[in-house]
């Protein structure tokens, strides 16, 4: 069936230090979206891109959406505590009319100060 | 602007028994969808209902259910609980439904479910 797959699951980094989660679609996709989900806490909406190769920047955080919109990337420049979290794609996939808005697994990031 | 409410937070059933979780999306919001969240399993969808309609339905067995009322409020339920069903339960609410280029979730807080 239809999937986003996320790698890698768990990323243990030091403060300072970069990173990247991807996120690949078995299917070309509208749109992705980006959530964080803090220790305790519950998804949080981060970003949409629509646009084939689109790039959009917060703060530290950068967003890549491929050509093919059938992948995309986040990445953290200088990672800092407040960054701990698992952080999910999602992108709807549709069977018939009907669309499904469907989450990868999630990267599970840690910090270590 | 009200973020989506759920209640209740915290629910300790026994294997057999039924529960009903609610969820009150963000004013003017008319979709709502549910997720079951486990340690294994990630974000599964569970339903999505836009205008008191259920638009889709994930993977799950019968036992799920749920509905919308006409002020968009959302309720899931699940009847004849079984261990496996011990989990978060997410509910999150969108301006439109999945595929309108309007589906940005807005979680909820959860309800964790806990079943003996």
């Known amino acids: 069936g239809q999937q986003v797959m996320q790698i890698p699951q768990y990323q243990h980094v030091q403060e300072g230090e970069d990173f990247t989660t991807y996120c690949n679609s078995s299917?070309?996709?509208?749109?992705i979206q980006w959530y964080k989900q803090r220790p305790g806490g519950h998804p949080v909406f981060l970003i949409q891109?629509?646009?084939?190769?689109e790039v959009k920047k917060q703060k530290r955080l950068t967003f890549q959406f491929g050509e093919a919109k059938k992948n995309s990337s986040l990445h953290i420049t200088a990672t800092q505590t407040t960054d701990v979290g698992t952080y999910f794609c999602?992108?709807?996939?549709?069977?018939?009319?009907?669309?499904?808005?469907?989450f990868g697994k999630g990267t599970k990031l840690s910090v270590k100060p | 602007k009200a973020g989506v409410t759920q209640t209740p937070r915290y629910l300790i059933k026994t294997r057999g028994q039924q529960v009903t979780l609610s969820c009150s999306p963000i004013?003017?919001?008319?979709?709502v969808s549910w997720y079951q969240q486990t340690p294994g399993q990630g974000l599964q969808f569970l339903f999505e209902?836009?205008?008191?309609?259920?638009?889709n339905k994930g993977n799950f067995p019968g036992r799920f259910s749920g509905r919308q009322f006409s002020n968009s409020r959302s309720e899931m339920n699940v009847s004849t609980l079984e261990l496996g069903d011990s989990a978060l339960y997410l509910c999150?609410?969108?301006?439109?439904?999945?595929?309108?280029?309007?589906?940005?979730?807005?979680f909820g807080p959860g309800t964790r479910l806990l079943v003996l």
């Open positions: 999150a609410s969108s301006l439109s439904f999945v595929g309108s280029g309007s589906e940005t979730q807005y």
């Open positions: 999602a992108g709807p996939l549709y069977g018939g009319s009907q669309g499904n808005l469907i």
């Open positions: 891109l629509v646009k084939s190769g």
């Open positions: 299917t070309t996709l509208s749109n």
């Open positions: 004013s003017g919001h008319r979709s």
């Open positions: 209902y836009f205008s008191e309609t259920q638009r």
